[in-house]
Nanobody, 125 residues
């Protein structure tokens, strides 16, 4: 497993942008696919985006396609989530997660076995 620390959350107006970062410990970062999930108040945690170990494959939930971009820098052991055109419904705690199934960009929470502590994103209307 890897240790994950998210940063970059905050308060932004609707239509604005934020970039989340997730720093991972260890020397084998590229051996993990990475994902972003979110949990809004009173709702289940849901998949947002994921990227394979070498960054060649990515997946997005439909509601963020065209607005969010996941990327990774394996030299820096960091995965990013660029969020543009934010909407109030994007308000949630965002979690970074790592999956040992590095060749895939899984959308399944069960495939991810390491999780960060989360960072709050609040979008005001």
């Amino acid at each position: 497993q890897v240790q994950l620390v998210e940063s970059g959350g905050g308060l932004v107006e609707a239509g604005g942008s934020l970039k989340l970062s997730c720093a991972a410990s260890g020397r084998t970062f590229s051996s993990y696919a990475m994902g972003w999930f979110r949990q809004a108040p009173g709702k289940e945690r849901e998949f947002v985006a994921s990227i394979s170990g070498r960054g060649g494959v990515s997946s997005y939930t439909d509601s963020v396609k065209g607005r969010f971009t996941i990327s990774r820098d394996n030299a820096e052991n960091t995965v990013y989530l660029q969020m543009n055109s934010l909407k109030p419904e994007d308000t949630a705690v965002y979690y970074c997660a790592a999956s040992p199934y590095y060749a895939y960009a899984s959308t399944l929470q069960a495939d991810f076995n390491s999780w960060g502590q989360g960072t709050q994103v609040t979008v005001s209307s």
